[in-house]
């Protein structure tokens, strides 16, 4: 039965986030179980034959991203999706996918960890997503969703990205994101990939034209290093042009929480707790964590009082945010671990106790 | 140029098309030069250089993208047949190979390889066995023979500390996938003939829809089994070849009757 567009339907985080991948034109996904994201693998398996693409169950993680590695290649949108432990199995490829300057888009459903740890929602790749993950100089370009709506936008959105910056694209949802059903509206309009442009670069025969190679090893230091100052400088576009993020209640805050996906959830919360006890509260929530909106913290620190950074992991984000606000405000966390999901209560007593400082 | 002179002059050998007329990095009595040029007069032949997909691997053979005419992809160590089945499953029209050592496709890469050879993917796959790993120094590799001294088995290869050598072709038999297996060697001027057929057969199992085929060849690493060329080949003619029989394990219905 095709699925209702253009109204309000209930749908599971990993079903949307497959939906998106398949709207977006993607006809390619590799990919091993792992929980908690198995309802995408399944989701491709069930409808990626009425679109005439390809569902490969592969052998492991590593063969799924290599084969994710062919696929973009031969000039595909190609997907691969994967939980914590299945991430780091692919980092590997993913170094070689961003060397080779290949388009793909990866979904993290982060799970708690380190090691085994569990299926319980967490943050704590965020590290690993963010400044490269594997081996080399490069960076992945991150999205992370906070609702269903968001997961399904911001997937279909890193095809895009991936395209466009021919640098592998990384959506970074966590178990909550992927199991929870929320309403949300599938637009009408879908990519048909015969539309997209031609990549010319890509291996798919050299039937009237000079060969391509695809290819990462560069044995001349020099010429290595060439390669590694290109794909930078479309690091150093993307943050003049892929910064998202979303502002709640700060234009009078003397207080900021900084959170991403379902932490900003709890932290939206205490927001409004906090400004119902009169302390004037805002949140800011980054969407691309990388490239970073550093900018925009900083300017943010310029106005409060103080910052707490809200996160599911132990002082990842908030590196990123101290680096950013450069001593101009006091940053504070507020981080649990191993899958735990802090309460609003727990935000908000640590909102009441930032410094009061002077008003600026 | 006069119709006599015509008649008298035709060209009897010449480097295929599909071969980039480049010098190769391999070192001298190193076999990789005859399986490369195997390879690329079957793409000759066949016609297949415009529309192929070859892919290196890591090893002594990571450069094999410079030497051929058609696309290539240089993949990570031990994933050719993965990143391989990446290309044939978004674009079956193309013809896809691979090209691996012993240690990529029979060590790190073991697993991508019996599961490609289980799922009967429809690729090429050229396995050179030269039983040590050339690029890194000429450490023991999966085919390393009992006895034999590497850098990592300077006392020769003790099977009970250092496990046993795996018979690549014999392993992956017992698979319904594989439409072609065959073991061959490139010692002399027969085997060479033999082994080119093999390619040949291995090549058409994929343009049939046939499944998984393999070709492992058994070949000389001079420099890391320090022996001159010569005898290299004769090494690998009494050592190897008792040891990995020369002949076709699985040959797929059609290509029964094809040369």
Same mark, same amino acid.
């Given at each position: 039965m095709p699925i209702p567009r253009g109204e309000r339907i209930l749908m599971r985080g990993n079903e949307a986030c497959a939906?998106?991948?398949?709207d977006a034109g993607c006809r390619a996904f590799f990919g091993y179980p792992i929980t908690p994201q198995n309802q995408v693998p399944d989701y491709f398996a069930a409808h990626m034959t009425e679109v005439g693409g390809v569902f490969l169950q592969a052998?492991?993680?590593?063969?799924?991203?290599?084969?994710v590695y062919g696929a973009a290649s031969a000039g595909v949108r190609v997907m691969t999706a994967s939980s914590s432990p299945g991430i780091s199995l692919k980092q590997e490829g993913i170094s070689y996918l961003a060397e080779s300057e290949l388009p793909c888009v990866i979904v993290n459903v982060m799970r708690g960890g380190s090691g085994l740890g569990n299926i319980a929602p967490a943050q704590a790749d965020y590290f690993q997503a963010v400044k490269g993950g594997g081996h080399g100089d490069y960076r992945t370009l991150v999205l992370a969703p906070w609702s269903v709506q968001e997961f399904y936008d911001l997937t279909r959105e890193s095809f895009e990205i991936a395209d466009r910056y021919r640098n592998p694209a990384l959506v970074l949802a966590d178990a909550l994101l992927g199991q929870m059903m929320e309403p949300i509206v599938i637009p009408d309009d879908v990519v048909d990939p015969t539309s997209l442009p031609r990549k010319p670069w890509a291996t798919d025969g050299a039937q009237g034209r000079p060969r391509n190679i695809i290819n990462s090893l560069y044995i001349e230091a020099l010429d290595l290093e060439e390669v590694n100052l290109r794909i930078q400088a479309r690091y150093d576009e993307a943050a003049k042009n892929e910064i998202r993020f979303a502002e709640e209640n700060l234009d009078d805050a003397d207080y900021a929480v900084?959170?991403?996906?379902?932490?900003?959830r709890v932290a939206v919360t205490a927001v409004d707790h906090a400004r119902q006890r009169g302390i004037r509260a805002g949140m800011f929530r980054p969407i691309s964590l990388y490239p970073f909106p550093s900018r925009e913290i900083a300017a943010l620190a310029e106005r409060v009082k103080a910052i707490l950074v809200v996160e599911l992991s132990l002082g990842q984000l908030v590196e990123d945010v101290?680096?950013?606000v450069e001593g101009r405000c006091p940053v504070r966390l507020l981080g649990r671990s191993g899958g735990i999901v802090m309460?609003?209560?727990?935000v908000l007593e640590s909102i009441a106790k930032l410094p009061a400082g002077s008003s600026k | 140029m006069s119709t006599h002179a015509q008649n008298q002059q035709s060209v009897v050998f010449e480097r295929p098309q599909s071969l980039e007329p480049v010098r190769m990095h391999y070192c001298p009595g190193c076999t990789h030069g005859i #399986?490369?040029?195997? %390879? #690329?007069?079957?793409?000759?032949?066949? @016609?297949? /250089?415009?529309?192929?997909?070859?892919? #290196? !691997?890591?090893?002594?053979?990571?450069?094999? $993208?410079? $030497?051929f005419t058609c696309d290539m992809i240089e993949a990570a160590h031990g994933r050719a047949t993965a990143v391989a089945t990446g290309v044939k499953r978004v674009r079956p029209d193309l013809f896809v190979f691979t090209y691996q050592g012993d240690g990529d496709l029979a060590s790190i890469g073991l697993a991508e390889t019996v599961h490609a050879a289980a799922r009967g993917e429809n690729i090429s796959v050229i396995f050179i066995n030269n039983a040590v790993y050339g690029m890194t120094g000429g450490q023991m590799a999966p085919t390393t023979l009992p006895g034999m001294k590497t850098s990592t088995t300077p006392f020769g290869r003790d099977p009970k500390l250092a496990g046993n050598p795996i018979r690549v072709?014999?392993?992956? !038999? !017992?698979?319904?996938?594989?439409?072609?297996?065959?073991? %061959?060697?490139?010692?002399?001027?027969? =085997?060479?003939?033999? #082994?080119? =057929?093999?390619?040949? *057969? /291995?090549? *058409? /199992? =994929?343009? @049939?829809?046939?499944?998984?085929?393999m070709v492992e060849v058994l070949s000389t690493c001079p420099t890391r089994w320090g022996m001159p060329p010569q005898k290299a080949l004769e090494?690998?003619?009494?050592?190897?070849?008792? $040891? $990995?029989?020369? *002949?076709?394990?699985?040959?797929a219905e059609g290509l029964r009757e094809d040369t």
């Open positions: 939906q998106a991948a398949l052998e492991s993680e590593t063969a799924a991203i290599n084969m900084l959170a991403y996906g379902t932490a900003a101290r680096l950013a309460t609003p209560e727990d | #399986a490369h040029r195997l %390879v #690329a007069e079957v793409m000759d032949e066949l @016609d297949l /250089a415009p529309r192929t997909v070859g892919i #290196a !691997s890591v090893g002594c053979s990571v450069f094999a $993208y410079n $030497y072709c014999e392993m992956l !038999s !017992s698979l319904e996938g594989p439409a072609y297996l065959a073991r %061959v060697t490139l010692t002399n001027p027969r =085997q060479v003939r033999r #082994a080119k =057929q093999s390619f040949r *057969k /291995a090549f *058409k /199992a =994929q343009l @049939d829809g046939l499944g998984f085929s090494w690998l003619e009494g050592n190897m070849v008792p $040891y $990995y029989p020369l *002949k076709e394990f699985v040959v």
